[in-house]
Protein backbone atom coordinates (compact mmCIF):
# COMPACT_ATOMS: atom_id res chain seq x y z
CA UNK A 1 0.00 0.00 0.00
CA UNK A 2 1.55 3.28 -0.79
CA UNK A 3 1.63 5.51 1.95
CA UNK A 4 -1.02 8.09 2.13
CA UNK A 5 -0.40 11.83 0.25
CA UNK A 6 0.48 13.87 3.33
CA UNK A 7 -1.71 17.03 3.60
CA UNK A 8 -0.76 20.54 2.91
CA UNK A 9 -2.08 23.15 5.41
CA UNK A 10 -3.50 26.32 3.56
CA UNK A 11 -2.17 29.36 4.72
CA UNK A 12 -3.41 32.73 4.48
CA UNK A 13 -1.38 35.38 3.95
CA UNK A 14 -1.07 36.89 7.73
CA UNK A 15 -2.05 40.32 7.45
CA UNK A 16 0.59 42.82 9.02
CA UNK A 17 0.14 43.09 12.57
CA UNK A 18 0.21 47.01 13.22
CA UNK A 19 0.40 49.12 16.51
CA UNK A 20 -2.16 48.68 19.19
CA UNK A 21 -5.57 50.71 17.94
CA UNK A 22 -7.50 50.18 21.31
CA UNK A 23 -8.27 53.61 22.84
CA UNK A 24 -8.85 55.00 19.56
CA UNK A 25 -11.72 57.22 19.07
CA UNK A 26 -13.14 56.81 15.75
CA UNK A 27 -16.82 58.07 14.50
CA UNK A 28 -18.73 56.10 12.76
CA UNK A 29 -22.47 55.32 10.84
CA UNK A 30 -23.78 52.38 12.55
CA UNK A 31 -25.40 49.68 10.44
CA UNK A 32 -27.02 46.08 11.51
CA UNK A 33 -27.32 44.34 14.59
CA UNK A 34 -25.26 41.13 14.06
CA UNK A 35 -25.67 38.35 16.45
CA UNK A 36 -23.54 38.48 19.89
CA UNK A 37 -24.67 41.84 20.63
CA UNK A 38 -23.02 44.63 18.78
CA UNK A 39 -24.04 46.31 15.66
CA UNK A 40 -21.87 46.42 12.31
CA UNK A 41 -20.28 49.46 11.28
CA UNK A 42 -17.06 50.36 9.01
CA UNK A 43 -14.39 52.74 9.72
CA UNK A 44 -11.95 53.09 6.65
CA UNK A 45 -13.09 49.72 5.09
CA UNK A 46 -12.46 48.03 8.17
CA UNK A 47 -16.03 46.20 9.99
CA UNK A 48 -16.36 47.27 13.01
CA UNK A 49 -17.83 45.62 15.89
CA UNK A 50 -19.99 48.09 18.07
CA UNK A 51 -21.53 47.87 21.51
CA UNK A 52 -23.91 50.09 22.92
CA UNK A 53 -25.04 51.50 20.16
CA UNK A 54 -28.45 51.23 17.58
CA UNK A 55 -28.86 50.90 13.90
CA UNK A 56 -29.18 54.25 12.01
CA UNK A 57 -27.13 56.02 14.84
CA UNK A 58 -24.05 57.82 14.10
CA UNK A 59 -22.09 57.94 17.69
CA UNK A 60 -18.31 57.71 18.68
CA UNK A 61 -16.88 54.63 19.25
CA UNK A 62 -13.66 53.71 21.36
CA UNK A 63 -11.72 50.80 19.86
CA UNK A 64 -11.60 48.39 22.82
CA UNK A 65 -9.89 46.14 20.88
CA UNK A 66 -8.15 45.69 17.36
CA UNK A 67 -4.15 46.42 15.86
CA UNK A 68 -4.10 48.59 12.68
CA UNK A 69 -3.75 45.51 10.19
CA UNK A 70 -6.32 44.18 11.75
CA UNK A 71 -9.63 43.03 9.78
CA UNK A 72 -12.02 43.81 12.44
CA UNK A 73 -12.05 45.69 15.06
CA UNK A 74 -14.65 46.18 18.30
CA UNK A 75 -15.75 49.05 19.73
CA UNK A 76 -17.77 50.84 22.29
CA UNK A 77 -20.46 53.66 21.77
CA UNK A 78 -18.93 55.90 24.15
CA UNK A 79 -21.20 59.36 22.79
CA UNK A 80 -23.95 59.24 20.41
CA UNK A 81 -24.25 61.74 17.61
CA UNK A 82 -27.77 60.83 16.22
CA UNK A 83 -29.77 58.50 18.62
CA UNK A 84 -32.58 56.04 17.32
CA UNK A 85 -35.89 56.88 19.09
CA UNK A 86 -36.28 53.93 20.75
CA UNK A 87 -32.86 54.83 22.86
CA UNK A 88 -33.48 54.85 26.73
CA UNK A 89 -31.32 55.38 29.52
CA UNK A 90 -30.05 52.32 30.61
CA UNK A 91 -31.78 51.08 33.78
CA UNK A 92 -28.68 49.32 35.86
CA UNK A 93 -26.09 52.20 36.43
CA UNK A 94 -23.18 49.91 35.69
CA UNK A 95 -24.53 49.16 31.91
CA UNK A 96 -22.38 50.67 29.82
CA UNK A 97 -19.19 50.91 28.01
CA UNK A 98 -16.54 49.48 29.70
CA UNK A 99 -18.64 48.48 32.76
CA UNK A 100 -20.51 45.24 33.19
CA UNK A 101 -20.74 42.77 30.72
CA UNK A 102 -24.28 40.98 31.73
CA UNK A 103 -26.50 42.75 29.48
CA UNK A 104 -26.08 43.87 25.62
CA UNK A 105 -29.36 45.83 25.12
CA UNK A 106 -30.40 48.04 28.03
CA UNK A 107 -30.38 51.30 25.85
CA UNK A 108 -32.69 50.33 23.66
CA UNK A 109 -36.53 49.65 25.07
CA UNK A 110 -37.39 46.35 25.42
CA UNK A 111 -39.45 46.29 22.62
CA UNK A 112 -36.50 46.98 20.25
CA UNK A 113 -34.72 44.45 21.89
CA UNK A 114 -37.17 42.03 20.46
CA UNK A 115 -37.21 43.67 17.04
CA UNK A 116 -33.13 43.10 16.90
CA UNK A 117 -33.42 39.68 18.06
CA UNK A 118 -35.96 39.37 15.47
CA UNK A 119 -33.77 40.67 12.88
CA UNK A 120 -30.23 38.27 14.27
CA UNK A 121 -32.50 34.78 14.03
CA UNK A 122 -33.74 36.17 10.49
CA UNK A 123 -30.34 36.86 9.58
CA UNK A 124 -28.98 33.26 10.81
CA UNK A 125 -31.12 31.45 8.62
CA UNK A 126 -30.34 33.44 5.48
CA UNK A 127 -27.01 32.83 5.93
CA UNK A 128 -26.85 29.31 7.68
CA UNK A 129 -29.88 27.44 6.53
CA UNK A 130 -30.57 30.04 2.82
CA UNK A 131 -33.68 30.43 4.33
CA UNK A 132 -35.64 33.57 4.53
CA UNK A 133 -37.88 33.09 7.54
CA UNK A 134 -40.38 35.59 8.96
CA UNK A 135 -39.70 36.03 12.45
CA UNK A 136 -41.11 37.86 15.56
CA UNK A 137 -39.71 37.53 18.77
CA UNK A 138 -42.31 37.36 21.71
CA UNK A 139 -42.37 38.95 25.23
CA UNK A 140 -42.22 36.39 28.00
CA UNK A 141 -44.98 37.36 30.82
CA UNK A 142 -43.46 37.67 34.68
CA UNK A 143 -40.96 38.95 36.38
CA UNK A 144 -40.04 42.80 36.23
CA UNK A 145 -40.53 45.61 38.67
CA UNK A 146 -43.20 46.89 36.29
CA UNK A 147 -44.35 44.44 33.49
CA UNK A 148 -42.97 44.79 30.08
CA UNK A 149 -39.87 46.68 31.50
CA UNK A 150 -37.61 43.95 31.16
CA UNK A 151 -36.16 43.46 35.04
CA UNK A 152 -35.82 40.88 37.87
CA UNK A 153 -36.56 38.02 35.93
CA UNK A 154 -32.99 35.87 36.23
CA UNK A 155 -34.05 32.90 38.52
CA UNK A 156 -30.55 31.57 37.93
CA UNK A 157 -27.41 34.34 38.59
CA UNK A 158 -23.79 33.20 37.85
CA UNK A 159 -21.95 35.84 40.21
CA UNK A 160 -17.93 36.14 39.77
CA UNK A 161 -15.98 36.74 42.94
CA UNK A 162 -12.63 39.05 42.78
CA UNK A 163 -9.17 39.64 44.60
CA UNK A 164 -10.81 41.36 47.99
CA UNK A 165 -13.58 38.61 47.57
CA UNK A 166 -16.84 40.91 46.49
CA UNK A 167 -19.78 39.87 44.18
CA UNK A 168 -19.77 41.09 40.89
CA UNK A 169 -20.61 40.20 37.18
CA UNK A 170 -17.34 39.85 34.25
CA UNK A 171 -16.92 43.11 32.15
CA UNK A 172 -17.53 42.08 28.31
CA UNK A 173 -14.82 39.92 27.12
CA UNK A 174 -12.61 40.29 30.49
CA UNK A 175 -11.88 38.86 33.63
CA UNK A 176 -12.20 41.96 35.64
CA UNK A 177 -15.01 41.53 38.11
CA UNK A 178 -17.56 44.31 38.28
CA UNK A 179 -18.65 44.57 41.65
CA UNK A 180 -22.35 44.84 42.37
CA UNK A 181 -24.99 46.09 44.92
CA UNK A 182 -27.55 45.21 42.56
CA UNK A 183 -27.92 43.01 39.30
CA UNK A 184 -31.70 44.73 38.64
CA UNK A 185 -32.44 41.63 35.88
CA UNK A 186 -31.82 39.25 38.62
CA UNK A 187 -35.18 38.57 40.83
CA UNK A 188 -35.62 39.81 44.23
CA UNK A 189 -35.34 36.35 45.74
CA UNK A 190 -31.70 36.02 43.64
CA UNK A 191 -30.84 39.40 45.21
CA UNK A 192 -32.37 38.82 48.53
CA UNK A 193 -29.84 35.94 48.72
CA UNK A 194 -27.47 38.61 50.49
CA UNK A 195 -24.54 37.59 48.36
CA UNK A 196 -23.92 40.92 46.83
CA UNK A 197 -23.75 42.53 50.21
CA UNK A 198 -20.99 39.83 51.55
CA UNK A 199 -17.63 39.05 51.32
CA UNK A 200 -16.58 35.68 50.35
CA UNK A 201 -12.75 34.59 50.94
CA UNK A 202 -11.08 31.79 48.47
CA UNK A 203 -14.26 31.90 46.24
CA UNK A 204 -14.11 32.00 42.20
CA UNK A 205 -18.02 32.02 41.53
CA UNK A 206 -21.01 32.13 43.47
CA UNK A 207 -24.62 30.55 41.77
CA UNK A 208 -27.28 31.58 42.86
CA UNK A 209 -30.53 29.82 42.48
CA UNK A 210 -34.34 30.53 43.12
CA UNK A 211 -37.03 27.97 42.41
CA UNK A 212 -40.94 28.97 42.12
CA UNK A 213 -41.80 27.05 45.25
CA UNK A 214 -40.92 29.58 47.28
CA UNK A 215 -38.29 28.07 49.59
CA UNK A 216 -35.30 29.61 50.30
CA UNK A 217 -32.48 30.29 47.29
CA UNK A 218 -29.59 28.29 47.18
CA UNK A 219 -26.29 29.46 46.93
CA UNK A 220 -23.51 27.10 45.48
CA UNK A 221 -19.90 28.47 46.17
CA UNK A 222 -17.15 26.73 43.87
CA UNK A 223 -13.60 27.55 45.79
CA UNK A 224 -10.62 28.65 43.93
CA UNK A 225 -8.53 25.28 43.23
CA UNK A 226 -6.58 24.08 45.90
CA UNK A 227 -8.62 26.13 48.52
CA UNK A 228 -10.84 25.66 51.40
CA UNK A 229 -14.00 28.36 50.81
CA UNK A 230 -14.54 30.99 53.73
CA UNK A 231 -18.52 31.84 53.26
CA UNK A 232 -20.22 34.73 54.74
CA UNK A 233 -23.99 33.94 56.77
CA UNK A 234 -26.45 33.81 54.64
CA UNK A 235 -29.36 33.84 56.90
CA UNK A 236 -31.77 34.07 53.78
CA UNK A 237 -30.39 30.82 51.87
CA UNK A 238 -29.75 27.42 51.66
CA UNK A 239 -26.11 26.79 50.95
CA UNK A 240 -23.78 24.83 49.60
CA UNK A 241 -19.83 24.45 48.10
CA UNK A 242 -18.64 22.79 44.81
CA UNK A 243 -16.14 20.23 45.74
CA UNK A 244 -14.33 17.52 43.54
CA UNK A 245 -16.20 15.15 44.84
CA UNK A 246 -19.44 16.90 44.41
CA UNK A 247 -21.86 19.12 46.47
CA UNK A 248 -21.04 19.69 49.91
CA UNK A 249 -24.23 20.84 52.22
CA UNK A 250 -23.50 23.81 54.25
CA UNK A 251 -26.79 24.81 55.86
CA UNK A 252 -30.40 24.25 54.13
CA UNK A 253 -31.10 22.13 50.74
CA UNK A 254 -28.62 21.26 48.40
CA UNK A 255 -31.86 21.58 45.56
CA UNK A 256 -33.79 24.28 44.19
CA UNK A 257 -37.97 23.02 43.90
CA UNK A 258 -39.62 24.34 40.71
CA UNK A 259 -43.23 23.67 39.89
CA UNK A 260 -44.87 24.38 36.62
CA UNK A 261 -48.44 24.29 35.13
CA UNK A 262 -48.92 23.35 31.07
CA UNK A 263 -52.89 22.46 29.86
CA UNK A 264 -54.16 22.26 33.42
CA UNK A 265 -51.65 20.01 34.64
CA UNK A 266 -49.15 20.28 37.45
CA UNK A 267 -45.95 19.35 37.35
CA UNK A 268 -43.29 19.24 40.38
CA UNK A 269 -39.35 19.40 39.82
CA UNK A 270 -35.73 19.57 42.08
CA UNK A 271 -33.18 20.73 40.59
CA UNK A 272 -29.81 20.09 42.52
CA UNK A 273 -27.30 21.98 43.42
CA UNK A 274 -28.03 24.66 41.02
CA UNK A 275 -28.00 22.24 37.80
CA UNK A 276 -29.84 22.93 34.56
CA UNK A 277 -33.72 25.18 34.50
CA UNK A 278 -34.47 27.65 32.25
CA UNK A 279 -33.83 31.28 34.25
CA UNK A 280 -36.88 33.26 33.35
CA UNK A 281 -39.88 32.40 35.42
CA UNK A 282 -41.83 32.09 32.84
CA UNK A 283 -40.00 30.18 30.27
CA UNK A 284 -40.71 26.36 31.58
CA UNK A 285 -44.85 26.83 30.32
CA UNK A 286 -43.78 29.09 27.75
CA UNK A 287 -41.72 26.45 26.24
CA UNK A 288 -43.29 23.66 27.42
CA UNK A 289 -46.66 24.83 25.76
CA UNK A 290 -44.68 25.68 22.68
CA UNK A 291 -43.04 21.98 22.20
CA UNK A 292 -46.62 20.63 22.44
CA UNK A 293 -48.41 22.52 19.66
CA UNK A 294 -44.81 22.01 17.39
CA UNK A 295 -45.39 18.06 18.00
CA UNK A 296 -48.87 17.81 18.90
CA UNK A 297 -48.13 14.49 20.67
CA UNK A 298 -51.19 11.84 20.63
CA UNK A 299 -52.04 9.22 22.99
CA UNK A 300 -49.96 6.00 22.22
CA UNK A 301 -47.26 7.71 20.65
CA UNK A 302 -43.38 7.21 21.40
CA UNK A 303 -41.81 10.33 22.35
CA UNK A 304 -37.93 11.18 22.13
CA UNK A 305 -36.38 14.06 24.38
CA UNK A 306 -32.86 14.76 23.98
CA UNK A 307 -30.60 16.50 26.24
CA UNK A 308 -33.48 16.15 28.74
CA UNK A 309 -32.28 17.87 31.83
CA UNK A 310 -34.41 17.29 34.97
CA UNK A 311 -37.26 16.29 32.67
CA UNK A 312 -39.35 19.45 31.49
CA UNK A 313 -40.70 18.44 28.32
CA UNK A 314 -40.36 14.60 29.45
CA UNK A 315 -43.48 15.20 32.11
CA UNK A 316 -45.06 17.32 29.22
CA UNK A 317 -44.87 14.28 27.12
CA UNK A 318 -45.45 11.59 29.37
CA UNK A 319 -49.38 13.15 29.39
CA UNK A 320 -49.97 13.95 26.65
CA UNK A 321 -48.85 10.39 24.96
CA UNK A 322 -50.61 8.72 28.03
CA UNK A 323 -50.16 5.44 29.74
CA UNK A 324 -49.95 3.55 26.52
CA UNK A 325 -47.15 5.98 25.25
CA UNK A 326 -43.39 5.85 25.96
CA UNK A 327 -41.09 8.69 26.29
CA UNK A 328 -37.75 8.20 26.18
CA UNK A 329 -35.64 10.69 28.06
CA UNK A 330 -31.72 11.25 27.44
CA UNK A 331 -29.55 13.49 29.44
CA UNK A 332 -25.64 12.98 29.44
CA UNK A 333 -25.70 14.90 33.60
CA UNK A 334 -26.20 11.67 36.10
CA UNK A 335 -27.18 14.32 38.68
CA UNK A 336 -30.17 15.86 36.61
CA UNK A 337 -30.87 12.45 35.75
CA UNK A 338 -31.39 11.67 39.56
CA UNK A 339 -33.41 14.32 39.68
CA UNK A 340 -35.84 13.29 37.23
CA UNK A 341 -36.09 9.93 38.40
CA UNK A 342 -37.23 11.38 42.13
CA UNK A 343 -39.49 14.00 40.02
CA UNK A 344 -41.32 11.60 37.65
CA UNK A 345 -41.00 8.48 39.37
CA UNK A 346 -44.88 8.18 39.14
CA UNK A 347 -44.98 8.31 35.31
CA UNK A 348 -44.83 4.49 34.23
CA UNK A 349 -44.32 5.70 30.32
CA UNK A 350 -41.19 7.33 30.93
CA UNK A 351 -37.45 5.79 30.57
CA UNK A 352 -34.51 7.82 31.65
CA UNK A 353 -31.59 7.10 29.71
CA UNK A 354 -28.18 8.67 31.52
CA UNK A 355 -25.28 9.09 28.60
CA UNK A 356 -24.55 11.35 25.86
CA UNK A 357 -27.19 11.92 23.17
CA UNK A 358 -24.67 10.81 19.75
CA UNK A 359 -24.05 7.50 21.71
CA UNK A 360 -27.90 6.87 22.48
CA UNK A 361 -28.72 7.73 19.35
CA UNK A 362 -26.63 4.57 17.84
CA UNK A 363 -28.45 2.01 20.39
CA UNK A 364 -30.04 -0.60 18.27
CA UNK A 365 -33.28 -1.18 20.38
CA UNK A 366 -33.92 2.57 19.66
CA UNK A 367 -33.10 2.34 16.16
CA UNK A 368 -35.63 -0.33 15.63
CA UNK A 369 -38.34 1.10 16.74
CA UNK A 370 -37.73 4.40 15.86
CA UNK A 371 -40.02 7.48 17.47
CA UNK A 372 -43.11 9.20 16.45
CA UNK A 373 -42.00 13.09 17.56
CA UNK A 374 -38.91 14.05 19.17
CA UNK A 375 -37.73 17.21 21.32
CA UNK A 376 -34.28 18.08 20.99
CA UNK A 377 -32.84 20.90 23.53
CA UNK A 378 -29.20 20.97 23.11
CA UNK A 379 -26.37 23.31 24.38
CA UNK A 380 -25.44 26.53 22.62
CA UNK A 381 -23.18 24.15 20.61
CA UNK A 382 -26.12 22.70 18.78
CA UNK A 383 -26.95 18.83 17.97
CA UNK A 384 -24.32 18.51 14.75
CA UNK A 385 -24.41 16.79 11.76
CA UNK A 386 -24.05 13.41 12.84
CA UNK A 387 -27.31 14.25 15.72
CA UNK A 388 -29.36 15.12 13.20
CA UNK A 389 -28.91 12.46 10.51
CA UNK A 390 -29.24 10.01 13.55
CA UNK A 391 -32.85 11.77 14.57
CA UNK A 392 -33.34 11.78 11.02
CA UNK A 393 -32.61 7.73 10.92
CA UNK A 394 -35.59 7.27 13.52
CA UNK A 395 -37.93 8.88 10.96
CA UNK A 396 -40.06 11.27 13.16
CA UNK A 397 -43.00 12.48 11.54
CA UNK A 398 -42.36 15.58 13.79
CA UNK A 399 -39.26 17.49 15.27
CA UNK A 400 -39.17 20.28 18.23
CA UNK A 401 -35.65 22.08 18.22
CA UNK A 402 -35.62 24.38 21.22
CA UNK A 403 -32.45 26.39 20.86
CA UNK A 404 -30.95 29.03 22.86
CA UNK A 405 -28.47 30.36 19.79
CA UNK A 406 -30.39 30.90 16.72
CA UNK A 407 -26.76 30.48 14.64
CA UNK A 408 -26.62 26.76 15.51
CA UNK A 409 -30.48 26.37 14.90
CA UNK A 410 -29.89 27.65 11.36
CA UNK A 411 -27.00 25.03 11.07
CA UNK A 412 -28.62 22.28 12.08
CA UNK A 413 -31.54 23.15 10.17
CA UNK A 414 -29.44 22.85 6.80
CA UNK A 415 -28.52 19.45 8.33
CA UNK A 416 -32.00 18.29 8.40
CA UNK A 417 -32.93 19.34 4.97
CA UNK A 418 -30.03 17.25 3.93
CA UNK A 419 -32.28 14.37 5.48
CA UNK A 420 -35.68 15.04 4.26
CA UNK A 421 -36.62 17.31 7.40
CA UNK A 422 -38.14 21.18 6.29
CA UNK A 423 -39.10 23.94 8.47
CA UNK A 424 -42.40 23.80 9.75
CA UNK A 425 -42.40 26.75 11.63
CA UNK A 426 -40.42 29.05 13.88
CA UNK A 427 -41.08 30.20 17.54
CA UNK A 428 -39.00 32.93 19.16
CA UNK A 429 -39.56 34.07 22.67
CA UNK A 430 -37.48 36.45 24.53
CA UNK A 431 -36.41 35.21 27.41
CA UNK A 432 -33.27 36.82 28.19
CA UNK A 433 -34.56 40.84 28.03
CA UNK A 434 -31.62 43.24 28.37
CA UNK A 435 -29.31 40.36 26.75
CA UNK A 436 -28.56 39.91 23.20
CA UNK A 437 -30.02 36.14 24.16
CA UNK A 438 -32.93 34.82 22.25
CA UNK A 439 -34.55 31.18 22.49
CA UNK A 440 -36.59 29.44 19.85
CA UNK A 441 -38.67 27.08 19.16
CA UNK A 442 -38.40 25.09 15.56
CA UNK A 443 -41.15 22.57 14.21
CA UNK A 444 -39.66 20.33 11.66
CA UNK A 445 -41.71 17.70 9.73
CA UNK A 446 -40.52 15.72 6.56
CA UNK A 447 -40.62 16.88 3.16
CA UNK A 448 -43.83 15.19 1.48
CA UNK A 449 -45.87 15.76 4.88
CA UNK A 450 -45.65 19.87 4.84
CA UNK A 451 -49.79 20.67 3.66
CA UNK A 452 -49.34 22.39 0.76
CA UNK A 453 -51.62 25.80 0.53
CA UNK A 454 -55.24 24.70 -1.45
CA UNK A 455 -54.74 26.03 -5.31
CA UNK A 456 -56.93 29.39 -6.14
C1 LIG B 1 -30.31 23.47 27.35
S1 LIG B 1 -30.29 22.22 28.55
C2 LIG B 1 -31.92 21.57 28.34
C3 LIG B 1 -32.51 20.81 29.50
C4 LIG B 1 -34.02 20.59 29.47
N1 LIG B 1 -34.54 20.29 28.17
C5 LIG B 1 -34.77 21.76 30.10
O1 LIG B 1 -35.35 22.58 29.35
O2 LIG B 1 -34.76 21.88 31.33
C6 LIG B 1 -29.25 21.08 27.77
C7 LIG B 1 -29.00 19.80 28.55
O3 LIG B 1 -28.21 18.95 27.73
C8 LIG B 1 -27.29 18.22 28.53
N2 LIG B 1 -26.23 17.81 27.60
C9 LIG B 1 -25.26 18.57 27.04
N3 LIG B 1 -24.57 17.84 26.13
C10 LIG B 1 -25.11 16.59 26.12
C11 LIG B 1 -24.85 15.42 25.38
N4 LIG B 1 -23.88 15.37 24.47
N5 LIG B 1 -25.61 14.33 25.62
C12 LIG B 1 -26.59 14.37 26.55
N6 LIG B 1 -26.90 15.48 27.26
C13 LIG B 1 -26.17 16.57 27.05
C14 LIG B 1 -26.91 19.20 29.62
O4 LIG B 1 -26.49 18.50 30.77
C15 LIG B 1 -28.24 19.95 29.85
O5 LIG B 1 -28.99 19.35 30.87
Not at 16 to 32: K, L
Request: proline share 7%.
Amino acid sequence: MSPAPTRRRRTRPARPAGPDARGTEIEVEVGPVAHGGHCVARHEGRVVFVRHALPGERVVARVTEGAEGAKFWRADAVRVLRADAARVEPPCPVAGPGLCGGCDFQHATPARQRELKAAVVAEQFRRLASLDVDVSVEEAPGGGEEPGDGLRWRTRTQFAVDAEGRTGLRAHRSHAVVALQDCPISTRAVVGSGVLAQRFGNVETVEVAAGSDGAAPLVVATPVVGTHAHLPKLAAASVAVRTPEGLHRVSGRTWVGERIGVRGREHDFRVSGAGFWQVHPAAPALLGEAVLAALEPRAGERALDLYSGVGLFTALLADAVGAEGHVLAVEGSERAVRDARKSLHALEQVELWAGAVEEALTDDELVRRGADVVVLDPPRSGAGRDTVAAIAGLAPRAVAYVACDPAALARDTAFLAGHGYVLDGLRAFDLFPMTHHVECVARFVRAATVPTPPQA
